[in-house]
């Protein structure tokens, strides 16, 4: 599908560091843009800076952790623009911690936002889709829902199910005009990760130094416009050791010890902190 002039983009996650990025490379394009964040301080500002660039920007501040919520949204951009023809589930939240010493709320805020709000905004704008026989679906995922690194089960949970959800979609709706992609990025150089070095007192280790947010964009259009399954993102190809992973499972541990991705997100874990790292 071709991301052209005149289309409606819903983007979640809006207001952080890649959403915003994300939110000016599609106004660079005409598109209509609906606007999602939680909790979205940033989000009229960047509306209000789109739309005086001649853009259609809509805000919309709404907590995806909630099924009401997730409805109110679909509805409002299709009264304001119509069908959706382009979703993008960026919206994420990531809790580093120790598994044993997280509370149930905090597992349960990580899985609803990062994997069962994109599969439940999905299923509201599908049948739309499928109507029209034009549409696109993009999940960010990330490299934690392949290689599970320590302190991060939650998150690379969320993330390991948005990569399996995207690639049951095009399998049962392949040949139908709508698709979907994942974007597997590693690092990216926005607040979540800046936040998370903070913690951690050092940059992630040099296998997984950080890629910019303009090349996770790039890796978007490029996805939607060639109707790819799966685009990585890492500075570094890290596609064989991935392989190794699913030759060898045993390795992982031993992989993300050598490579100091373990130490990184302790180092992280073990400073504490009382807010999440959020996406917008």
């Not at 599609?26 to 909790?39: I, M, Q, T």
């Not at 995806?64 to 994420?92: K, S, T, Y």
């Not at 890492?234 to 050598?258: C, D, E, F, K, N």
């Amino acid at each position: 599908m071709q991301i052209e002039p005149g289309q409606t983009v819903l983007l979640t996650g809006a207001s952080g560091g890649l959403g915003s990025v994300m939110a000016r490379a599609l106004a660079d394009r005409r598109v209509r843009l609906f606007l999602v964040a939680h909790p979205g301080a940033r989000l009229e500002p960047l509306a209000e800076e789109l739309r005086a660039r001649g853009v259609e920007a809509e805000p919309c501040i709404a907590d995806l952790r909630v099924a009401a919520e997730r409805h109110r949204v679909v509805q409002q951009v299709r009264r304001r623009f119509g069908p959706v023809d382009l979703l993008i589930n960026n919206a994420g939240v990531e809790h580093n911690g120790y598994y044993h010493r997280l509370a149930e709320s905090e597992i349960e805020e990580v899985l609803s936002v990062n994997l069962v709000a994109a599969m439940m905004l999905t299923r509201l704008v599908w049948p739309e889709m499928l109507e029209r026989r034009r549409g696109h679906v993009v999940n960010i995922a990330s490299l934690a829902g392949k290689a599970g690194p320590a302190f991060q089960e939650p998150y690379a949970a969320s993330k390991a199910g948005l990569i399996a959800f995207t690639h049951a979609l095009r399998a049962t709706y392949g040949g139908s005009g709508v698709s979907a992609s994942v974007i597997v990025p590693g690092f990216v150089e926005t607040g979540m990760y800046e936040r998370l070095k903070a913690l951690a007192g050092r940059p992630a280790p040099p296998l997984l130094a950080a890629v910019t947010p303009q090349r996770v964009v790039r890796a978007l259009f490029r996805a939607v416009e060639r109707d790819l399954a799966e685009v990585m993102v890492t500075r570094y190809p890290v596609r064989p050791l991935l392989a190794l992973l699913q030759l060898v499972p045993g390795a992982s541990a031993w992989l993300t010890r050598l490579f100091g991705v373990n130490r990184f997100f302790q180092a992280a874990a073990e400073t504490g902190t009382a807010r999440p790292l959020t996406t917008g």
